[in-house]
């Protein structure tokens, strides 16, 4: 039995898979969505495409945890963040004001007043910082999924945590096991505590409903073992066998399980490190498709975050009872476009100058060159820092607006 460093280390640190897997997933997840929105989300309750959702987003984000620590390995902490920010940040922040200042008054029932006057609106903000909001004033209130705006934010926190992990992890030593083996063990603990103790995620209050009370568990624990996974790659078994019975196990739960344990977060941590493994070792199997992969690539971040409002749009202004199929065939292609349009102009910019100073860094020899690279790398950084702070300073000032707008209509502050 060979261990996955070995096999890392023999093909160059490549995963000739990853792309293909990571395009599989999301794809797979953005179908997922469109039956669940739709009027075909009964064929997600039985067997066995009722643990696809699950499954998809719980090994997404162990190749994301793998892909990040494999990052954070190969860079400092401070052009690790960068890199990731300039990935994720802009096309976020996109999609929530956008369907908060586009989608939302285009379809809203309330009129543009109630709207704008809302507290919901203003609640909805606060994804801007991570805390994941999900309705709308009157928006989406009479689709088949009701009120849901973007469901996909709940696993921003998840991605904040990996990302944190891995820069602790590399930053100290004493933190490789000690952060990601204690949060594993407190998620196990509490999800056990709960299932024993019959306590129902619906009577949990707030943000511990959130955290404790749905798939968050299990996705952060799949996304934590591939943190691990390339942290201890040299000590990791890899075989057909491990594979083989990872793959077993999960056909086993799919068609011996049922939907009512969806609402146990026991089940989710439970599942997580079989599809963490089995995803992972499809990465280092070359798989088909590679050049439409490579398409696709630039393209994800885009498509995993604007393919839900969008799903969601097709359902409220498209045909009326919609199958999961018709909403996919309407929504993927304006998803596409619209991820291709966001990777251009607002990816891709920021992007460029990362990768032209990764690329002069790798080219580098001698120590006079990373003395130059780094001077480089601290003015590239000052005005990084200078445009995300214009940036804050502009949400700022556009959010003070909003609010003195929002005071001025109501009627008790003396507004109109």
Known sequence: MHSVGATIERRQGRM????????????????????????????????????????????LFALLGFSIAQSRERHGLSAFVSARLRRTVPAYIFVILAAAFIIGPLTTSSSLRSYM????????????????QFSLPGVFDFNSLPS???????????YLVLLLTAAVMKQD???????????????????????????????????????????????????????????????VPRGRRLATGAALLLAAIALGGNAGWL????????????????????????????AISDRLRPLLPGLYL????????????????????TNLLIS???????????????????????????????????????????????????KNFAGIVGLSLFLIIVTGVMAMLYLAMQKDAGGV
């Not at 898979?17 to 989300?41: K, N, P, T, Y």
């Not at 006057?117 to 994941?132: E, F």
């Not at 849901?148 to 998840?158: D, S």
């Open 263 to 290: 609402a146990k977060p026991l089940f989710y941590c439970l599942s997580a490190l079989p599809v963490a493994y089995l995803s992972i070792y499809l990465c280092l199997r070359p798989l088909p498709y590679q």
């Open 16 to 59: 000739p898979g990853l792309i293909q897997c990571r395009v599989l997933v999301v794809l797979g997840l953005i179908a997922c969505h469109s039956f669940e929105v739709s009027d075909s989300v009964a064929l997600l309750t039985t067997r066995p495409f009722w643990v696809l959702p699950s499954f998809f987003c719980d090994a």
């Open 173 to 235: 030593r004493r933190m490789t096991l000690l952060l990601p083996f204690g949060l594993a063990f407190v998620i196990l603990a509490t999800c056990l505590t709960l299932q024993l103790t019959d306590h129902q995620p619906s009577t949990l209050i707030g943000f511990s409903n959130y955290v404790l009370g749905g798939q968050a568990p299990g996705t952060l624990l799949s996304g934590l073992a591939g943190v691990l996974t390339y942290r201890f790659r040299n000590r």
């Open 148 to 158: 849901i705006v973007n469901a996909i934010v709940w696993t921003v926190p998840v």
């Open 306 to 325: 604007y393919s839900f409002p969008v799903q969601q749009l097709a359902v409220a202004v498209g045909p009326r009872d919609q199958l999961g199929l």
């Open 332 to 382: 993927l292609p304006v998803t596409i476009a619209i991820a291709a349009v966001s990777s251009r102009f607002l990816e891709n910019p920021l992007l460029m100058p990362h990768q032209k100073k990764q690329g002069a860094a790798l080219a580098a020899d001698t120590r006079q060159d990373v003395r130059k690279l780094r001077r480089s790398f601290a003015t590239q950084m000052r």
């Open 117 to 132: 006057s809302d507290s919901d609106l203003w609640i909805y903000l606060l994804n801007l910082v991570g805390i994941p």
